[in-house]
């Protein structure tokens, strides 16, 4: 059996981010606590379901209605709608907590495109409708425990990776310098940063949070490489004078993160 096996991925934007997989302990601890988490959601939901359905019961018969096949529907409903909570669970989380459920959260593990980038909608349904298929015999735990990249039928179909979260990285890591905070202030006027997208600022503040663990050269092979695609995007001709790539990449971040800070507070 291996543990903490490592898995270089490439982005669309050509840089290469080592990530560690989660290994099979970290998955069942994670599955564990969120199946407590569901147990308890569902036995809410069954007791409400048992109320209303009685309720219902109670009218009709106070009406003289015959519903003696109602019953059966009603079943069928709940377990359809049992179905729909379970997968929405995983759904919801993993969307809009990037790729981590409370119980991944807990276990510092998250869920991941294979070319790195955050999952969406498409790659979480996949993985969430294919759940009970790995679940049933453990059969994905056979899947995570022999496969090369850990992934069991679910992350196969919606080509998906589940690493471990380097949350501890990113108060080192992300260390803006004053010329880009400087920078920051005009690169809304000098480019249409408009134009990046989730993804493009999430590779970003990857390569960020890594580039201190990157030897001299592979980092600045990476940041002029980064700062080229980058720069294409948002329009920006040449950068301005004196600048680095680092620093370029660095007001980049913040700019976006401005930008998007900017864009809740006209929506609240």
Request: aromatic share 12%.
């Amino acid at each position: 059996m291996r543990f903490l096996n490592r898995v270089t991925l490439s982005t669309p934007e050509s840089v290469e981010l080592d990530f560690t997989l989660a290994g099979i302990g970290n998955r069942t601890l994670a599955l564990f606590i969120d199946y407590q988490i569901l147990l308890l959601i569902l036995l809410a939901f069954w007791l409400l379901w048992g109320l209303f359905t009685l309720g219902l019961f109670s009218v009709l018969s106070a009406r003289n209605i015959n519903y003696s096949s109602l019953p059966w529907w009603l079943l069928g409903v709940a377990i359809l709608l049992n179905f729909v909570i379970y997968s929405g669970y995983f759904v919801y989380c993993e969307v809009m907590y990037q790729g981590q459920t409370p119980g991944k959260r807990f276990a510092k593990i998250r869920v991941v495109r294979d070319n790195g980038r955050p999952i969406g909608v498409s790659q979480a349904l996949l993985r969430s409708l294919l759940r009970p298929v790995d679940d049933f015999c453990f059969i994905g735990a056979f899947f995570i425990l022999f496969g090369k990249r850990e992934k069991r039928i679910g992350d196969w179909v919606a080509g998906t990776l589940v690493i471990q979260d380097q949350r501890g990285d990113r108060t080192t890591a992300l260390t803006i310098s004053p010329a880009a905070e400087e920078l920051a202030t005009k690169l809304p006027i000098l480019a249409d940063v408009t134009q990046l997208i989730p993804d493009d600022y999430a590779v970003l503040r990857e390569y960020l949070q890594r580039r201190a663990k990157m030897t001299a050269k592979a980092r600045a092979e990476k940041s002029m490489e980064l700062a080229r695609q980058l720069r294409t995007i948002i329009g920006l001709e040449t950068v301005p004078p004196n600048t680095t790539s680092d620093q370029f990449l660095e007001a980049l971040y913040l700019t976006y993160q401005q930008m998007q800070n900017s864009s809740k507070d006209a929506t609240s």
